[in-house]
């Protein structure tokens, strides 16, 4: 990972970091100096191999187990974060999953509640927690991780995850626009095809072969790749970027 950016003195929250893109952006943010609250649901083994694989490349790091779906767990991840770490100045609202995929005469109500909980009440929650010390400060800055789905509505059975990564992309504009007059940022990615566990769950090869057809530059990307962009947005070479969500793709859809 290169230094391109400067996070020395900063306070990174990453959602979802245990795995995939968190973990590579929470190593990205770690590795340009920023001091990294990695939270995680379930997978603590793979929330505590990130923390290990940061403090052995001489940065801090804590592991904060949390159910970012509720206020209350919310609450608590961010009072240790900052109790551990210091007031919080760049979120990262990775969290999320398809869960299973479902076609409109499978999918129940409480399985859509439960994704659009994961997905984007739980964005909602983090951005609420952090917003105060953020607009008091004057300083701050947001991620949120949509998806290529929430552009396209996604693939056949889908569309409880896609709804909620296009509401991503609407909420960050409208949270751009109201926390921009404070100083602080708030900017989107939607990344297309990861090589993530997402796709091992929940792709079968021959679809990703399917998808890699459709994909200009030929092959899926890397979290490393979309954790360099998250980097970029949190940094000041982003500085007049607010409400932007940024295609990272391959050219597989070009808005």
Known sequence: MSNSFDFNGKVALVTGASSGIGRAAAKALAANGARVAINFHRNEAGAEATRQEIIADGSSAIAIQADVTQASGVQSLVERTVAELGPIDILVNNAGSLIERLRILE?????????????????????????????????GVIVNVSSIA????????????????????TFTK???????PFGVRVNAISPGVIDTRYHEQFSTPEVMKSYVAGIPLGRVGTPEEVAEVICFLASDAASYLAGETIEINGGMFMD
């Open 107 to 139: 999918l129940t109500e409480e399985r859509w509640d439960e994704v659009i909980d994961l997905n984007l009440k739980s964005a909602f929650l983090c951005c609420r927690a952090v917003a105060a010390s953020m607009m008091e400060r004057k300083a």
């Open 150 to 169: 929430g552009r396209t509505g996604g693939a056949l059975g889908s569309i409880h995850y896609s709804t909620a990564k296009g509401g991503l992309i």
């Open 174 to 180: 409208g949270l751009a626009k109201e926390l921009a």
